[in-house]
Nanobody, 125 residues
């Protein structure tokens, strides 16, 4: 499966963006999909995950209540709606997918076989 992430950009603090991760080459609905982000000088961290086995979602504490992950299987797309953005959300955002994930591995980058190319999100103060 090939993933393409887009939708990043420059936004003022308090604003919103919606990222999209579109898949081609496979039945995307079978894949758990997550968004990670990497800020300058920091490690890549899980932001939000959509676990396909039970359709549950999970979020990093820093984004709970502000970000929402969802999917549209008809469009082979997973979204990350980001509201109330702060400068601390500035990072490159990556989508990742795998069909064999178990819940305990959601935060592990090594558990994902497929990655999108990343999209830059910059939040100005």
């Amino acid at each position: 499966v090939q993933l393409q992430a887009f939708g990043g950009g420059l936004v003022q603090a308090g604003g919103s963006l919606r990222l999209s991760c579109t898949a081609s080459g496979s039945t995307f609905s079978r894949y758990s999909v997550s968004w990670f982000r990497q800020a300058p000088g920091k490690d890549r961290r899980l932001v939000a995950a959509l676990y396909t086995r039970d359709r549950s979602t999970s979020y990093a504490d820093a984004v709970k209540g502000r970000f929402t992950i969802s999917r549209d299987n008809a469009k082979n797309t997973v979204y990350l709606q980001m509201n109330s953005l702060t400068p601390e959300d500035t990072a490159v955002y990556y989508c990742a997918a795998d069909s064999s994930l178990i819940r305990s591995s959601l935060a592990s980058q090594n558990a994902y076989a497929y990655w999108g190319q990343g999209t830059q999100v910059t939040v100005s103060s």
